[in-house]
């Protein structure tokens, strides 16, 4: 069943402060489906007013753009040394904080950072204690797209931060590929998913398109893949506490599935979800095989669930129009798409927000290309992305955002919710020109459905200044750095610092300052 609803003015979120309340007006009130397109095409302006260049309390750097009265902090670039003696991998992705505790009277906030690597010969594998693949001819590309083989680079760190300072990454988890996003379990550990489906099994590896669980604890990740979560595309996965299953995206455009997978362990806690569980894949009521590759402001789709008989299927033949060239998708879609589970473009970011008991959820290539000079002009699932809710109490789909200009959301990626119950957005899109100049933007998300900028890629960096950073000349290489994809963002319990990586050349940054000025 799929009907058009007005969005709601506070969908539970309630707002404080006049900036913030003044930023509550319900797209419902406006003339309708018109004014709602008009409200995507330009941000409207942020609570936390102009942003600007911002010194780097670190390097002395300005790689950020931030609004007046924040301040931040830079730690574990690509090639900076661990604690293990070994450099900090690159491509840094997807993260969350595990853990938040005192620690003989300091704060002690842990981090695992994901690295969407595949090979790397600058560091071969990250040598964690928890290890997937140890095959030796895992083949990959360099940044110049040059063919390499070697062993498998992706994997997980730890970051601890101390009482307001970073103070050590080293390695969690190590042989796996391509890890892009992940998710939070109640019990206090990271799952982490390959965005990649390659079988290396006959050069001496492993199949890859698994979900890991990683804990903050030195020895305690297994490396043993979660099987019956889905061999797929994993993006991101998300744990409704109430409903007691994992909701997890898809990443693989025009052939992307909603997932829910429900332990037959349920007693949270590490390890349980290595005793497997059953996978769903979501389908809309009354419609077979649904679209929603270009969806509108509104939209709401009640969801039914199809279950997936085997989570570990290889990749299948899929035509199904629009598609890309490769002409297979993973084997849980293919065979959720046969029970007449729906489509997305290509799902990313997903966070449960427990103020509102919604799940918030990407899809970042939503709606058309609308370039005429491109070649895909025109072709459903290369637009600039949507934002969903989602509520496992109704099993119901609603889309609160579609950008209908990169101005106003130029391809949403990793999603977070604050404590305070705001919405965060990275984008990566390849880059904005906005007013205040070129880059890829931090972006929040009003109860209304309209953007607002919070913070700009900032880094160009010089071979001198890289050189005076005391950062790796062979990790790190001199450019511009402005249309490089934001990823990771999280929030530590208290909000008061955020936490987020920039994907090249492969930084993390804590970032505080006046949260209670806007919605964050």
Same mark, same amino acid.
């Given at each position: ?235 991101? $996965? ?10 997890? $995206? ?271």
């Amino acid at each position: 069943m799929s009907v058009k609803f007005p969005i709601a003015p506070s969908r539970r979120l309630f707002l404080q402060g006049s900036a913030a309340a003044a930023l509550a007006v319900p797209l419902a009130g406006l003339s309708g489906r018109r004014a709602q397109a008009v409200a995507r095409l330009d941000p409207i302006v942020s609570p936390y007013g102009r942003i600007a260049p911002v010194l780097d309390q670190t390097t002395g750097l300005p790689l950020l753009q931030l609004p007046e009265g924040f301040t931040y902090q830079s730690f574990g670039w690509s090639g900076d040394t661990m604690a293990d003696g070994r450099p900090n991998p690159t491509n840094h992705d997807g993260m969350a904080v595990v853990r938040s505790r005192l620690v003989g009277g300091r704060e002690e906030i842990t981090l695992i950072r994901n690295h969407e690597a595949t090979v790397n010969p600058l560091y071969g594998t990250i040598d964690a204690p928890g290890f997937y693949d140890r095959g030796t001819a895992l083949i990959g590309e360099d940044d110049d797209d040059n063919e390499i083989t070697g062993p498998a680079a992706g994997g997980t760190t730890r970051l601890l931060f101390v009482d307001g300072k970073f103070t050590e990454a080293a390695p969690a988890l190590g042989g796996t590929w391509n890890n892009c996003a992940g998710g939070l379990t109640p019990w206090g550990t990271w799952l982490t998913g390959e965005e990649d489906k390659s079988d290396f099994t006959e050069v001496g590896g492993q199949p890859h398109g698994y979900m890991f669980e990683v804990s903050p604890e030195t020895g305690e990740t297994s490396g043993v893949p979660i099987k019956s979560m889905g061999r797929f595309d994993h993006e991101a $996965t998300a744990f409704d506490p109430i409903g007691g299953a994992f909701y997890l $995206t898809e990443d693989d455009r025009n052939q992307s599935g909603l997932y829910k997978f429900v332990p037959n362990d349920q007693s949270q806690r590490l390890g349980a979800l290595e005793q497997g569980g059953t996978l769903y894949m979501a389908k809309v009521v009354g419609t077979e095989k649904a679209d929603l590759l270009t969806p509108s402001m509104g939209d709401q789709h009640r969801l039914e669930w199809v279950e997936v008989e085997d989570p570990d299927l290889a990749p299948q033949p899929f035509t199904e129009a629009p598609f890309d060239a490769e002409n297979t998708a993973s084997g849980p879609f293919v065979q959720g798409r046969d029970l007449g589970a729906l489509r997305m473009s290509r799902l990313e970011g997903i966070w449960y927000s427990p103020r509102e008991r919604l799940m918030y959820i990407v899809d970042t290539s939503s709606g058309t290309d609308t370039d005429p000079a491109s070649e895909d002009f025109g072709v459903a699932g290369r637009g600039d992305g949507s934002v969903w809710t989602f509520d496992p109490a109704s099993d119901t789909l609603t889309c609160v955002f579609q950008s209908e200009n990169p101005v106003a959301g130029n391809n949403f990626d990793n999603i977070t919710v604050s404590p305070r119950g705001g919405v965060l957005l990275c984008e990566d899109g390849g880059g904005v020109e906005d007013a205040f100049g070129m880059g890829e933007r931090l972006m929040g998300l009003t109860p209304a459905g309209e953007t607002y900028i919070f913070a700009k890629n900032n880094v160009q960096i010089t071979a001198t200044e890289i050189r005076q950073a005391g950062k790796s000349a062979e990790f790190v290489r001199e450019g511009d750095y402005r249309d490089t994809e934001w990823a990771g963002a999280t929030f530590d319990p208290s909000g008061k610092w955020l936490f987020v990586n920039l994907q090249s050349p492969g930084v993390t940054f804590a970032i505080t300052g006046p949260w209670e000025r806007g919605l964050l």
